[in-house]
Every structure is written in structure tokens, then in C-alpha cells.
């Protein structure tokens, strides 16, 4: 049965005690390393006591419908094999995987052919375009796999050849592109089917700084009109602060903490958490609305105690501090449309930005 939210509302993907462990007979050893009890971490040490690798330790996490779920952590932590459980790329050793409360784990061959024609997007960090095809043909390629019409499949390429802002290249070849035009081209093609799930597997990290901020510019405003469910891996803390609506950092296979970027820089879960974000710029990364009280909060957001011009729910927290520097008194919060969301407490901005300890 699908776990469900608060709301009622299956998660769009569940991940329940997943494991991937590397050896032979790898099942049979999961099952009797854990019949002897214990936490993961001493499953696995018994695990490797037999010579096998178990990569993903026990995991479990949802993914809400439409939230951009980063996970990351060091080389080795084990957030690609995640990612390759997710889409069954690789047999995971135990657990189950719910997408809309299918379990694929369970699913066979021919029903995970088509959610992975149908359902998912995959974007790698290596491109894997089609180098004697142009970019339009590269973007209709997973139509004409599914069977549609010429017609069809190439007034779909164009329609996602635009949206990734390469309208006009779609008759050049892979080796008359930049490395950022090429990733552009992959996700076209990984969106050319419009999957609800988008898997995204440090899709940017190849490329030279410059580019990959434009990029992640650029995947921001897709994602905001867009509103995929994503997994996105990356091993970059700038980059997952950037993107994420909730981040899981992973250590040894295992997840150390889930939370909101403000929750991982303000609230890290212990020194390993806090190591990663200890030099992020909280003014530049941080927005408004991370740390902002609601509307209906304990009984504020929005009181009349607050004075002074509203701030945005997007602004940094480097303006908010100047906005509120000549009044040291709540400010109202608003959303893009003008609506009052919630209120800035000075003390919380000084907080979140480290001046105190919180």
C-alpha cells in the first residue's frame, strides 16, 4: 500500500528500506546479515566481513508531486547507485521503489520498458546524443521509439528544441554545439515524452562554471513552470541549495539528513552536514520565503506590528538586511502575485545569516 502525505495524496515516489548490495549471492547474504538485527551500519559491516559492497544501506524517502528532490553527499556516498535503483537501471538487493504507488522493484520487464518510455525522464552527465543525427532528430528520438507519427514527433522536437532556448540549432549535429548546448539538447530529449518523473544525474557537473550556473538558471525557470517530479543528483552543496526544494545528504550509503535548504544550513544534523555548508555565502544562497513565519504561524504573519515595505518571498537575505536595516521591526512578506505570506523577524534574518548563534 502507498504511504501518503498529510494531505492524502500518494508520494509521486516512495523509496521504502532500499538496498543495493554488490557480490554473489548478494540477496541470500543481505538477508542473513540482517536476521542477526542491528543498525545499518552493522548489517553492512557484516556484509563486508563476507566480501561484498553494500552501496545503499537501508534508505527510505518520498518525493513529493512536483518537488525537486536533490541528493547528494561525497564520491562513494552511494547517490548514483541511488538514482540507478530508482530507475531500475540496476536490480536493487532489497527494499521497494513506489512510483504513484506502483512498486516497481516488482514490475516486469515489459512494464518497466514502458514507464521508461512513457513515465520517466533520464538525464546523465555524459550527454549520449546520437552524433550522425541533428539536434531535432536527437529530440524526437524517444517518439519514434514509442511509434508516433513523423509529424508529430517533429513538432513535439521543436516545441521542447524552444523551450531549452536552442530554437534555431535544431539542424546542427552534436560536434557544432558547446558542451552547454548539448546538455540543452539532452534534456530536450528526456522531455520530449513529457515524463511526470525526471531523474538527473549530476547532469551539469561536466561543464565550466559559467555555463553550469546559466544551465541552472535555465532548469529553474523549466522547473517552475513545469513542476516535474525530479531526483537530482549532485555532489555540489551550491548547487543543491540552489535548486532543491528538500535536500538528503547521503554518507557511506546511508542518509544522514533530509530537510529543506534552510533546514541543512541553519539545523545540520551533525558535523558531517555542517562541514558541507560551513562556507556558503547564507546572504547570497538563502531567500526570504527559507525563513520567513507563515501566514497563520502562531497566530502571525502578516500582523499589524509590521511597518515598513513588504519583502519578496525571492529576495536574498543579503537585501532583506538592507531593506531592513533602517527598521528593526517585522516586514511583511509577499508572494510574486502580492499576496502577504508571511512576516521577517529581524532576529531570525540575524540568525539565519550567523551573526548569533541560533
Known sequence: MAVTNAAGAAPAIACEDLWMVFGERARRQLDSARSGGGSPARIAGRLHDQGLIPAVRGISFDVKAGELFVVMGLSGSGKSTVIRCLSRLLEPTAGAVRIAGEDIIAAPPRRMVALRRRKMGMVFQHFGLFPHMTVAENVAYPLKVQGQPAAARAARALEVIELVGLAGREGAYPRELSGGQRQRVGIARSLA??????????????????????????????????????VFITHDIAEALKLADRIAIMRDGEIVQIGTPAEIVLHPADDYVAEFARDIPRGKMMTVASIMQPVGAGGEGGGEDCRGPALATAMSLDDALATCAADLSPHRVTDGDGRVVGTMRPDDLVRALGAVAP
Open 193 to 230: 515524452v513529457d515524463p511526470e518523473i525526471w531523474f538527473l544525474d549530476e547532469p551539469f557537473s561536466a561543464l565550466d562554471p559559467l555555463i553550469r550556473r546559466q544551465l541552472q538558471d535555465e532548469f529553474l525557470r523549466l522547473q517552475s513552470g513545469l513542476r516535474k517530479s525530479i
